[in-house]
């Protein structure tokens, strides 16, 4: 991956004039009947594994990937797999946002991961002004609206607003609903 490229980016690094084939978030497939890891759940045949990023291979100077299984942190490998040893199985989320096409996401966590990752939040000052929320406060503001989404770092809690308000209500309710039961499920300490 380039320096200069968030991974969320659209890829735009060449070799010699070739960009990169496949983007984050692409299915691909191994077209030499390859297996990796040694995860007893894995088939015995070519499974389909997501592309983490591409990057330029440093001893031959081609395109490679870093793999994963799919709902599977782990992975694949430590090294990496060159472009001529994958096909396309189908395109992913941000090939598809970056050209048009429509997405399709599992679930409203990974919708809203996605629009956070590419960039499309804004931050939420307190009501103090600074950026950090105690929970009590951060929960009152989001049934509210004020505030779509969250990230929590102990009793540190980051507040934002998605770009798009229908993502934005999607990701509130959903969060509203997980965090329901907050002042039981979260020790006081944390807050």
Do not use: C
Request: aromatic letters at 16%; a negative charge; glycine letters at 8%.
């Amino acid at each position: 991956m380039q320096d200069a490229q968030r991974y969320w980016d659209a890829p735009t690094a060449t070799i010699d004039g070739t960009p990169q084939q496949f983007w984050p978030g692409d299915v691909v497939e191994f077209t030499d009947n390859t297996v990796w890891g040694t995860w007893e759940h894995q088939p015995a045949t070519t499974q389909e594994v997501i592309v983490e990023y591409g990057y330029v291979a440093p001893y031959d100077n081609h395109w490679a990937y870093s793999l994963r299984l799919d709902d599977d942190p782990r992975w694949l490998g430590r090294g990496h797999v060159g472009e001529d040893r994958l096909s396309l199985v189908r395109r992913g989320n941000l090939w598809n946002y970056h050209h048009g096409q429509p997405l399709a996401f599992k679930n409203v966590t990974e919708e809203g991961q996605f629009f956070f990752n590419l960039g499309h939040v804004t931050p939420v000052r307190s009501w103090d002004g600074s950026d950090f929320w105690y929970l009590p406060r951060l929960m009152k503001a989001m049934s509210r609206g004020k505030v779509d989404t969250f990230t929590r770092r102990s009793h540190y809690n980051r507040a934002y607003k998605f770009e798009d308000p229908e993502v934005g209500r999607r990701v509130r309710l959903f969060t509203l609903n997980e965090y329901k039961n907050w002042k039981e499920d979260i020790p006081r300490s944390e807050w």
